[in-house]
């Protein structure tokens, strides 16, 4: 690298960031208490062209509506709150993508987010557990918002780590350039999210740590498995081969290898609905 990267110089970036969307966070809400203003809502996807294109891939005749208003109504209401709510936090995140680069991370990011969903459903339906599939979703989707940042502020340095091996794309060599996990807690705060994802972004690679919360530890194992489904899915190296054993995470969570891994492929035919996830948000 020809200029060191320095903490003040990743200070200042993070000052310069733009604010996360306050209206998101206040539409979720009113969609957590089963009271979307859907005009609200409409009005601020209109506003917005990523989210906007996001929505036509929903209904194609959206585009073509004289009334777009009217018809982005018509198609809010037609998602289920869970799905609206989701949706609207994913496009917060791809609403970040700057370069060719911050699209490769954003694609991982939304990937093991919907993954993170899944395999927690899973769990609930082995298990007779009753974890909120929402919450890991969001945990994943703001996990590794410190390799985002990074990816957008220094994409020709991180083209040349994780690409060492024209074969293969390893996303741990992101750290040579910055600790992300140190940025993303920066950003989460900068962002002003609740302290359980600042805190998630400053750990969620300590999976062995024994002064966490037994809670916690189940959160950030989550998290790493669906990391290395993501990574896998899309051929990436899978990081810490030499560290860490996925299938420990997997029983740390209580499933067994061959709930994810299935005959039918990973988590069932999970890789079918994530390629329509990925082209619904135009990350093909």
Known sequence: MDELITLGMIEKLIEDMPDYPKEINEISKDIRNNNPDVDIIAEYILKNRIFYDVFCNFNPDLGDASDKHYKLIEVVKKLDVTSLRNILFTCSIISLDKNEISRLIIKKIIMSSY???DIIEKVNFYRKTSHNPENFFLYALFH?????FTA???PEEVEKEIRRDK???DLSYLNNIAAHNEVGYMLSKKWQ????FSYICLNHNKLEYRKFTADFIYIINSIAVSDAVALELLDYE????????????IYKIGLREEDVYTESGIIGSA???IIRILNLFNLK
């Open 115 to 117: 993954i993170c969903k």
């Open 152 to 154: 957008i502020h220094f």
């Open 238 to 249: 899978i990081p810490f081969t030499n560290s860490w054993d996925v299938g420990h995470s």
């Open 167 to 169: 074969n293969h794309i």
């Open 193 to 196: 999210l609740p302290s359980i």
């Open 144 to 148: 590794d918002i410190g390799e985002l």
């Open 271 to 273: 890789e079918k609905k």
